[in-house]
């Protein structure tokens, strides 16, 4: 799905601002055991980021590799800038750099997903956060997932998602660990009472 269509609010599907929580018998090991926040869902297909799959880079590297910052500057970060969490949003180009982010925070290019969330992927985001002037809540992705037309839907009736109201706080809680069982628990359901062949109601 074309990232444009996030500026498209005329046509909204019903997993908008949903969390798809992969069952255990996902066959995709992009998506194996993880949290995806759905950005965009119609008819043309749907695009989200996975929540809970951390990235082996660190912030800092991020800076060093765009020029926007050299070793000193890193070093003298504050330590929760320098800790900033950098995620793998999925499978599709994966070398580009998206930061969801609170509402407090706002350029040109920032994109509303909710009355509370936005998402911006430009540098000016990347800027603010390293000069303290950043959103209060917000996390680095690199890469994002995407379906085409009725592909997740397809994919939901077979048994290979669940999907609940997306948590704030579940997206934007540093600790990566766990966050696979806080999903399922906000729905009630622990990982041991799923299993690969459930029926449907």
Request: proline share 5%; glycine share 10%.
């Amino acid at each position: 799905m074309a990232l444009s269509r996030l500026t498209d609010t005329r046509e909204r599907g019903f997993l908008d601002g949903q969390f798809l929580i992969a069952m255990p018998g996902m066959q995709d090991t992009n998506f194996a055991r993880s949290v995806v926040y759905v950005c965009a869902h119609s008819a043309a297909g749907a695009m989200g980021f996975i929540i809970n799959r951390p990235q082996a880079i660190s912030f800092g590297e991020v800076l060093l590799h765009l020029k926007l910052a050299d070793q000193n500057d890193v070093i003298m970060l504050p330590g929760e800038t320098r800790e900033f969490p950098i995620l793998s949003g999925g499978p599709v180009e994966t070398g580009r750099g998206f930061v969801l982010h609170s509402d407090d925070f706002s350029s040109s290019s920032s994109i509303p997903i909710s009355d509370e969330i936005s998402l911006t992927s430009t540098l000016d985001i990347i800027r603010a956060i390293c000069d303290g002037h950043g959103p209060a809540r917000a996390t680095m992705l690199l890469g994002y997932a995407g379906w085409g037309p009725g592909q997740i839907e397809l994919e939901i009736s077979s048994n290979g998602w669940l999907n609940c109201p997306a948590s704030e706080e579940l997206i934007f809680d540093r600790a990566v660990d766990g966050k696979y069982e806080r999903a399922l628990a906000s729905m009630g359901i622990s990982p041991e009472m799923l299993s690969s062949e459930a029926g449907h109601a």
